[in-house]
């Protein structure tokens, strides 16, 4: 079964700190990949995603993620955060079957 | 701007009562999720169909949640009888799965989500 791993389950940064979070997945086919953020109070939205082509991919708010296949890994990046950043950060990868699975979530908060 | 639709956005019931919760899909998508999110346990797939066929809700405590696809613009999660424990916040997700192989890319959207608090 897929599986998707966020090692980070807290983090906690001051503005203008640069950000990683980790995701790994375990699955052995050919992937899409997200990161998906929730602001408090919200539903979740997408931030970015890869499907194919070139491994570093951005997305809103100056964030990227690098997909790095033989690590089976899709960390989150940002240079330098803001306190808006604060939310709850989602992997997910889906596969061939037509099932979305989620890593356990990464909640940041940013001190101004 | 399309978007997935959940009602109610809240509700506060009685345990023992019969609770539904309604998603309307966006227009096209033919693939729906039921996620439920607590601060204990994150977020859960409780189940998901595709061309409106329940894949899989194995996720689901069967003896009292029930899932539904009546029909394509609108999924129900349905608990009777509802417990306190079922307090949560359900999230309905849509997408796009073009030939059952996979999304190829497409993302999945979610609701805003149904606040539910069971006293």
């Known amino acids: 079964a897929q599986s998707v791993s966020q090692h980070n389950h807290h983090v906690i940064l001051s503005e203008a700190a640069s950000l990683e979070l980790g995701c790994n997945y375990s699955y052995g086919g050919t992937v899409n990949l997200f990161w998906y953020v929730q602001y408090p109070g919200q539903h979740l939205q997408l931030l970015l995603k890869y499907f194919s082509g070139d491994p570093l991919v951005k997305g809103i708010k100056g964030f990227e993620a690098e997909f790095i296949k033989s690590k089976f890994s899709f960390n989150l990046r940002k240079p330098s955060v803001q306190w808006s950043d604060t939310a709850e950060y989602f992997c997910?990868?889906?596969?061939?079957?037509?099932?979305?699975?989620f890593g356990t979530g990464t909640s940041l908060t940013v001190i101004p | 701007d399309a978007r997935v639709t959940q009602t109610p956005r809240h509700k506060v019931t009685e345990m023992g009562q019969e609770v539904t919760m309604r998603c309307q899909p966006i227009l096209g998508h033919n693939t729906v999720f039921w996620y439920r999110q607590t601060m204990m346990q994150g977020l859960e797939l409780l189940a998901y169909f595709r061309n409106r066929a329940p894949l899989d809700d194995s996720g689901m405590p069967k003896d009292r949640f029930s899932a539904e696809m009546p029909d394509a613009t609108l999924a129900t999660l349905k608990i009777q009888p509802s417990e306190p424990r079922d307090s949560a916040v359900y999230f309905c997700a849509s997408g796009l799965s073009p030939d059952g192989t996979g999304f190829s890319g497409n993302t999945i959207y979610f609701g805003e989500g149904s606040w539910l608090t069971v006293v």
């Open positions: 997910a990868v889906a596969g061939t079957g037509n099932q979305f699975y």
